[in-house]
């Protein structure tokens, strides 16, 4: 039982549990499944600077807060205590494009030579993490919603438009994987 | 909070904020007590251990998918839609009201073209960053503390979103 816990899950055991979520937030106090809004909920919090879009009584969604501080806390369990002992496998076609760009440490979730402290003084680190980030906050928001917001809870709905987002999602990441990234891990 | 969308020539473009819609708004929580939001972040942590452990926060699992080398993102969403759906289902079919008491209530969104530029500025930003913004979190709470610097930016971007907003194709 252990070392099915500690290996890495497979996606029919993962998908449902994130299904889950759905009926599981609805149930326990008629909450709408939606990750990124709780980026909002910081900029009214903490940094409201007058724009509507940011003035709204915050504290009627601190829930979402509190169901992101989870995440992060279940990274941290995880992590600490659920390890897998084994290296991450990657594709080796994956492996050997990523080689070409001298990133080469693959057993961590995040390749260390694009997000880590030294590789913020890399331009690309920057733009990985810095430019990276911006575009997935401006751009959930513009949306109205990411990956739990619209491909799940809105395409599980039945709303239409959260199907065209979703589509827009997968349109956007692969345009940059395979048209303009190749540029960016060349820098 | 109602009169909010009428302040913007922009309508409500964001379903994800429902204290925004009156209909929506949930009487009895809003007078609970901030430890009523505890269970919120039990199931977060349970979400959160499911991330790290079926590798979805993986930077390396999201180029896989871009790059149609393995199944397993496509398996982990589609398998959560179709549950998620059948819950959607069996609780609007039965009427399934919320442990509370409460009915539950569902927000129909309406279509603008942020969905379509906003979506297509994730996508790009997710091949980049290989994470959503939850997987953030979680690769945060897994030691990638980087990652924090990436959140902060997302915040940053959300808070650009929000000020010109007004500016911006919906």
């Known amino acids: ?187 | 909070m109602a009169q909010h969308n009428q302040q913007q020539p922009i309508g409500n473009t964001d379903f994800e904020v429902r204290s925004q819609n009156a209909v929506c708004v949930n009487k009895s929580e809003l007078d609970a007590p901030l430890s009523s939001n505890i269970k919120y972040a039990v199931i977060g942590i349970l979400f959160g251990i499911v991330f790290v452990k079926a590798e979805i926060v993986s930077w390396f699992r999201i180029q896989e998918m871009f790059r149609l080398e393995s199944f397993h993102m496509y398996g982990v969403i589609g398998s959560a839609i179709v549950v998620g759906m059948i819950s959607v289902f069996i609780i609007k079919k039965f009427k399934i009201k919320t442990l509370a008491g409460e009915t539950i209530s569902f927000t129909d969104k309406t279509f603008n073209k942020g969905q379509i530029y906003g979506g297509l500025m994730f996508g790009l930003g997710w091949a980049i960053t290989g994470a959503c913004p939850g997987p953030l979190y979680a690769q945060i709470g897994a030691g990638a503390t980087a990652v924090i610097v990436t959140l902060l930016s997302a915040i940053a971007g959300t808070w650009v979103y929000g000020r010109f907003r007004e500016k911006l194709p919906h």
């Open chain 1, 1 to 187: 039982m252990l070392e099915f816990i500690t290996k890495p899950w497979p996606w029919y055991v993962a998908g449902p549990l994130i299904g889950l979520t759905v009926p599981a937030l609805l149930l326990i106090g008629n909450k709408s499944f939606g990750i990124s809004s709780s980026l909002r909920h910081m900029c009214a919090a903490c940094i409201p600077a007058k724009i509507p879009f940011f003035q709204y009584d915050w504290k009627k969604e601190v829930w979402n807060l509190f169901f992101v501080f989870g995440v992060l806390v279940g990274g941290i369990i995880a992590a600490q205590l659920l390890a897998n002992p084994e290296p991450i496998v990657i594709h080796p076609d994956l492996a050997a494009d990523m080689a070409k760009y001298n990133i080469t440490d693959t057993s961590h979730i995040v390749p260390s030579d694009l997000f880590s402290w030294p590789a913020l003084a890399t331009p690309r680190g920057i733009i990985m993490m810095v430019v990276g980030g911006f575009m997935v906050g401006f751009g959930t928001r513009y949306a109205g919603g990411c990956t739990s917001g619209h491909a799940i809870m809105g395409i599980s709905t039945l709303q239409w438009p959260s199907l065209v987002a979703t589509c827009c999602f997968m349109i956007g990441g692969f345009i940059m994987t395979h048209l303009i990234l190749p540029y960016i891990l060349a820098l």
